[in-house]
């Protein structure tokens, strides 16, 4: 249905993708997550042509609309956009704003046309607001609207670019359900959102959008509940990442629990996790200091993980050196600090492979 | 031939509505007064229809000039909106027919129209361009997405759309152009503005002449109020 060939985009200097390929199915349901910024409209609107790509090809049903001579309107016609602005029609009533197009670019006939767009309206529930103008319904009822509209020329495929970003929180699940019904009837589509709950049941597949290009993609249940790639994994998880090395056995240790402490606070962790974060930490880093870099300057890597989603917070602890795991004589009374830990964390394991050790806590 | 003597009420309103009378049969009645002023109003009228759409088109073409991508065609567009913009509509019909027409055979209506056409048609090419850009050019977008073509999704979505937005500034620009036209007397043409001058100066009643001329553009400005609410008196507004 849709194809793109190494499709490159960039404003001025800045690129906003490069070597770009997607391939979209008849009839799959396509989601587009990442961050803010990462050119998921960008995307949306290249395929469109509404941006010129400034490299690569775009085939839509085989046929490549990149080309010199393709008539753009004739594809536009079979490709439905829905914007996180709505941007209907200010001028013409719900009616008239959905029989536009088929009018004046199908040719269809008046009657038929009206009948069309009563049955579209009734289908996402607006039949009673037929001669309103845009202005006088909610940002629920214009998208809604916005999707009729669309739908009106009876689209090959749609493309929804973030459909519910400008709604409040109240008028979001209407056009979800109206975009669910959609993808259950077999409509081709492609979804950029943020809700992560929506595209995880409604898509087929996802494509997570970052560095430039496609970073991570594959079926919905892969990249929501076992995403491979690191970037992927902390979107998903809402993950906010704290990170600090030891280099020298007379590091600041105040300094570095503050900076935890600040990190903490900015996510709202509660106090005693906090306190425990910072005991185990002093804990583990007193305990490799005296069981592995004896004689030798550490070589110290940790970060800390938050995840936003589950209230998680994960340690990961890395030490170069021979093996050396401090959790092996853990009822040892002098290694306190171990049984300290232990004591805290829910989970804590370790792992060595090319001369690094890692260590995992969850707490 | 006094007819508007009244019979009873304050003796000072009677001798104020007996004064007005006289006057109005000594201006308007004696030697077809009337009919002097009915002529300069029609010159008065007609040179502002020609001239406002004859500006109008300069507008238009100007506007298109002005937004559009050749930079020669815009700063082209730009200085001349300027000029006729900042130049007093008055002295630029006096260039015309003391200057640039002079030695030809125009009719000194058809040069007023000239200048007038010029000078509306550089703040109506204004009027345009604000209407154009206060438009939302992401519906344009969502109508080409339609398949509409360029073109038709202007004349679609983005005309309507700026010809509402335009309508009350370019009404107003329509009284201000009535308006300026009384100054056409410069130039020797009998237009409203002079007729009732002359009429003054005949009956050394000036005051009652030029004032009724004065209750005349008024009527007319109503009257282009009138004709502008007809149109669109259906829609609801934006």
Redesign the interface.
Known sequence: MIRTVNLYKRFGELTVFSDLNIHIQKGECVAVIGPSGTGKSVLFRTLALLERPDGGQVFINGKEITGRDVNINKVREKFGMVYQGFHLFSHLNVLDNITLAPLKVKKVDRKEARERAMELLSMVGLSEKFSSFPHQLSGGQQQRVAIARSLAMDPDIILFDEPTSALDPSMTGEVLAIIRKLARSGLTMMISTHEMGFAQDVASRVIYMDEKGIYEEGPAEQIFNNPQREKTRMFIRKLKVFSYSIISRGFDMVSMNVQIEMFCQKYNIELKKINHIQLVLEELILEVLAGLYTDVQPQIEFTVEFSEERGEILITFNCKGREFNPFVNKDDADHLGIILISGISKKISHNYSNGLNTININI | MNLYVLKTGDLSLVEFVNSVANSFDKNIIDNNGWLVILKGLEITLFISITALLAGTIIGALLCSMRISKVGALKISAKIVIAFLRGSPVLLLLMVFYYVVFANSRFDAVFIAIIAFALNSGAHIAEIMRSALSAV?V??L?????????KI?AFM??TL??AT?IAKPVYQSATINLVQWTSVVGYVSITDLTRTVNNIGARTGDPFFALFFGILIYLAISYMVNFIFSLQGRKK?T?
């Open positions: 939302d992401r519906q977008e969502a109508a080409r997405m339609l398949g509409f073509s038709r679609a979505i309507p759309q509402r609801i934006l």
